[in-house]
C-alpha cells in the first residue's frame, strides 16, 4: 500500500468519524438508557478510532521532533524509524476503514484480501480486491 493511499484512507476515516459523532450527538436518550447508553458508545468509539489514527500518522513524528541533546545521525535514524514505523502502523487504518465498506466514497481496493492458506487479510497495492 502506497503511503498515498493511507492519507485518502485516513481523510475518509476522519469523515466518518466526524459523522459518527454528529449523529451520536444528535441522540436525545429522553428515559430510555439504552439510547444514552448507545450514544456514549459510539462516542467513546471515536474517540477511540482517533487515538489509533493519532497513533498511526503522528505518533512516531514527536519523538523526531523533541531533539534535545541527539546527533544528527541519531535524527537521522529517528527520522528512518519514524518513516517506516507509518508504513507498518497502516494496516490499523486498512481494518478501522472496513467498517464503513457500504458508504459510497468507499473504495473497493480498500477490501482486504484473504490468504489462501490461512485466512489473514492481506492488503497490497498490486493486487486486486477481493469482493
Not at 29 to 43: M, S, T
Not at 68 to 97: H, K, M, N, W, Y
Request: charged share 35%; net charge negative.
Amino acid at each position: 500500500m502506497r503511503q498515498v493511499d493511507v492519507a485518502i484512507m485516513m481523510e475518509f476515516l476522519r469523515a466518518r468519524l466526524r459523522e459518527d459523532e454528529t449523529a451520536a450527538r444528535a441522540l436525545k436518550p429522553g428515559k430510555n438508557q439504552d439510547v444514552a447508553r448507545l450514544r456514549d458508545q459510539v462516542l467513546a468509539d471515536v474517540e477511540a478510532k482517533r487515538r489509533l489514527m493519532y497513533w498511526v500518522e503522528e505518533a512516531p513524528w514527536v519523538a523526531v521532533d523533541d531533539n534535545r541533546g541527539r546527533t544528527s545521525l541519531q535524527d537521522f535514524g529517528l527520522d528512518l524509524i519514524a518513516r517506516q514505523q507509518v508504513r507498518f502502523r497502516s494496516p490499523v487504518i486498512d481494518e478501522l476503514v472496513t467498517a464503513y465498506v457500504d458508504h459510497p466514497d468507499f473504495h473497493p481496493e480498500w477490501l482486504p484480501i484473504e490468504d489462501e492458506s490461512g485466512g489473514d487479510r492481506l492488503r497490497t497495492s498490486t493486487q486486486s480486491p477481493a469482493v
